[in-house]
């Protein structure tokens, strides 16, 4: 087999494929858009001499866009796609016929004992920062090691360095090649980023409510101190720490306390929605506490003193000033495509309502709940991919393992403290040509320290990459001291390329 006329790839792809031929087991690390898939396809290739070939994606439609790449990549490719949809007893066979399998994980730990894993050369896992834990990745490498080389892809392996060892042990590997953006191999295909963080301050509205809240959690952590124990501050983690030691404690009390801690951290997770989402997602969080049968949430349910509040934003609801720059965004360039990525499923839902009547066609993308099945799912990026709307709301679902078309806008709505979702969430935008990132930020709240989170340990993972590089005499391009205090600095508009930014 071989790729296909008119298909030539670039230096730093052919480089990080020979490495892989020639050092076995490759951790394989390169931002998104950049052309991992045809690093795979090349390795591919080459190993196909020596037996057939298992290519792992951990979402069926991934499985699917990775099955239509090879076929257009590679001519006379003997390929087929396995997931769940294939029944198990047609399976059986499958696995042994093709010389190209794209499957999903949990498919393959499901078959091992009925796939002869010694025709395999070589095992693909995509989106190999998922190789940690019980997640099926770990048990399929562990099957094939003996018999095929491993190669993982992912373009944000994590910033801490005990998971990217757990990955490397996982999967047997002792080679990492990456490239970034700063490498001199890497530069000419790299498309202009500008990014933006867009720094709003809280309604007088929202601060009021927040108060209210905040001395009611600490009047339910006053109640856990009557009862013996002691939360030395407010913050969520302390208080899951908490909760965890008042768990093992042989007090009697314990079971008191930790109703009223229960309670406590719920009003946290409320006072959270509502600084950095909306009134209309806090009023439908609140109300659904009560659909929960822990007793701390029966206790809230009774507590009167939260319907007050709850009652008090009914008033004084105003839009949040999020949601005011956000209409102002889309506004200033009506022509162009948006994805909003936002955490919460009330928020997506008031997203879409809201922009919807400032007469923005938008449609939400969430994961199969309430009705989104994936067959919707696939429908909505087609009309998306067709310019039937242009603005897409997404979930998590949205960051990775489905073909969402670039676009020239991505907008977090908040940040959040995961480097590796970061990473994902900027890469779908300007892959073909410039792009934009808006980071929407409320000042004194905890989206300040989750932006910072995120910088810290996407910095910290770039170090550890580079060092672990099998190129590792490339010379490493720190973030200046004013890049690190740009994190924290009124919002300017920059541009660059995203490596810039990092």
Same mark, same amino acid.
């Given at each position: ?62 499985? *699917?866009?990775?099955?239509?790449? &090879? ?8 390929? =087929?796609? =396995? ?6 007893? /047609?399976?059986?066979?499958?696995? *042994?016929?093709? @010389? ?16 002869? @894993? ?11 920062? !998922? /190789? ?28 801490? !360095? ?32 500008? &990014? ?40 969520? +983690? ?12 042989? !007090? ?13 951290? *719920? ?5 959270? =929605? ?20 822990? +007793? ?5 349910? +009774? ?28 506004? /200033? ?60 709301? /997404? ?47 409320? +000042? ?17 993972? !770039?170090?550890? =990459? ?5 190129? *590792? ?30």
């Amino acid at each position: 087999m071989a790729l296909r006329n008119g298909i030539e790839p670039r230096k730093y792809q052919i480089e990080m494929a020979e490495s892989v031929i020639r050092n076995g087991n490759t951790l394989v690390v390169l931002p998104t858009g950049l052309g991992k898939t045809l690093i795979a396809i090349l390795v591919m290739e080459k190993k196909l001499q020596d037996g057939a070939v298992l290519f792992l994606a951990p979402t069926k439609p991934l499985v *699917n866009q990775h099955f239509k790449t &090879i076929n257009e990549l590679l001519e006379s490719a003997d390929a =087929i796609a =396995i997931t769940g949809e294939v029944s198990k007893h /047609a399976r059986k066979e499958l696995w *042994n016929k093709h @010389k190209i399998i794209i499957a999903t994980p949990q498919t393959v730990k499901s078959d091992l004992n009925a796939i002869e @894993k010694g025709r395999f050369s070589l095992v693909i896992l995509d989106e190999v920062h !998922r /190789a940690v834990g019980n997640y099926a990745y770990t048990e399929v490498a562990k099957a094939f090691r003996p018999y095929s080389t491993i190669m993982g892809l992912t373009a944000s392996p994590g910033g801490k !360095r005990a998971k990217i060892d757990e990955i490397k042990e996982t999967l047997g590997i002792s080679n990492v090649e990456s490239r970034d953006y700063g490498d001199e191999d890497v530069e000419p295909y790299i498309k202009e980023m500008d &990014i933006e963080w867009i720094r709003v301050d809280e309604k007088e509205e929202y601060v009021a409510a927040k108060r209210k809240l905040g001395e009611l959690i600490g009047w339910y952590l006053n109640m856990v101190k009557y009862y013996g124990f002691n939360v030395f501050a407010r913050s969520r +983690k302390t208080m899951l720490m908490a909760q965890q030691s008042i768990i093992h404690s042989g !007090r009697r009390t314990k079971y008191h306390a930790l109703k009223y801690l229960s309670a406590a951290i *719920n009003l946290d997770y409320a006072i959270e =929605i509502l600084e950095t989402q909306s009134m209309d997602a806090f009023l439908t969080y609140v109300g659904n506490i009560g659909t929960r049968e822990t +007793k701390g949430a029966q206790l809230l349910t +009774k507590d009167g003193r939260l319907h007050e509040i709850m009652e008090f934003v009914k008033v004084n609801k105003v839009m949040h000033p999020k949601m005011d720059k956000l209409v102002e965004i889309i506004s /200033a360039d009506r022509n162009a495509k948006y994805i909003i990525f936002s955490q919460y499923t009330a928020q997506i839902e008031y997203l879409e309502k809201t922009l919807a009547m400032f007469g923005f066609r938008c449609k939400k993308f969430m994961g199969q709940r309430k009705g989104f099945t994936r067959k919707l799912q696939l429908e909505i990026i087609e009309q998306f991919r067709n310019n039937e709307f242009d603005v897409l709301i /997404a979930s998590s679902i949205g960051e990775e393992g489905l073909d969402i078309p670039s676009v020239d806008y991505v907008i977090f709505y908040e940040p959040i403290p995961s480097e590796v979702r970061s990473i994902q969430r900027r890469g779908r935008a300007g892959r073909a040509k410039k792009g934009f990132v808006r980071i929407l930020i409320t +000042k004194n709240t905890r989206d300040e320290a989750y932006y910072s989170s995120a910088q810290h340990k996407e910095r910290k993972m !770039r170090k550890i =990459i580079t060092r672990m590089s099998a190129r *590792n005499e490339r010379k490493f391009i720190p973030v200046s001291k004013e890049e690190s205090a740009a994190t924290l600095a009124p919002a300017k508009n920059r541009t660059g390329t995203l490596y810039d930014f990092m």
